[in-house]
């Protein structure tokens, strides 16, 4: 009963809260109201604006194709490089079963290994791949 009541009263309270402060006018249009305060003074020095296109272009020019032409008269080419690919390797066994797998990423140039575990059963033990036949990568491997 006193929560219906306690309720009640704040509804209640709530209500006329609402009704005791009737609206406003609604504020002067900013159209209606005299500017106040001055404008900023002009800079001393003005910039000249640049152009929209002005250093901003990455094609080509006359000169660029020239000397391009010309080194390629010369045979001066710069050679190709295509070794930053990511290479993987698939290590065999006699019986032609895939061993491991050796994974050299092209920014490192620093392979590790994963080796394939399809002939063991499936390790469900916490911190493993229950679904996959590949083990934890080898990261860091140490020779003694």
């Known amino acids: 009963m006193k929560k219906i009541l306690l309720s009640a009263a704040l509804g209640l309270a709530f209500a006329m809260s609402t009704q005791a402060a009737p609206l406003d ?3 002067p ?3 209606d109201v005299a500017a106040q305060g001055e404008t900023a003074p002009q800079p001393a020095r003005r910039l000249e604006p640049k152009a929209p296109d002005a250093g901003m272009s990455i094609a080509p020019t006359e000169e660029d ?3 391009a032409r010309e080194a390629r008269e010369r045979g001066d080419r710069a050679p190709r490089n295509n070794d930053k690919r990511t290479k993987i390797e698939a290590v065999r ?3 032609n079963h895939v061993t491991e797998y050796v ?9 590790y290994r994963i080796e394939n575990q399809a002939d063991r059963p499936i390790d469900t033990t916490p911190g493993k791949n229950p679904s996959g036949t590949l083990g934890t990568p080898k990261l860091i491997e140490f020779g003694w």
């Open 65 to 67: 194709m020239e000397r």
């Open 25 to 27: 006018a609604p504020p």
């Open 29 to 31: 249009y900013a159209g």
């Open 93 to 95: 066994d006699p019986n």
């Open 103 to 111: 994974v050299t990423p092209g920014s490192t140039k620093i392979p």
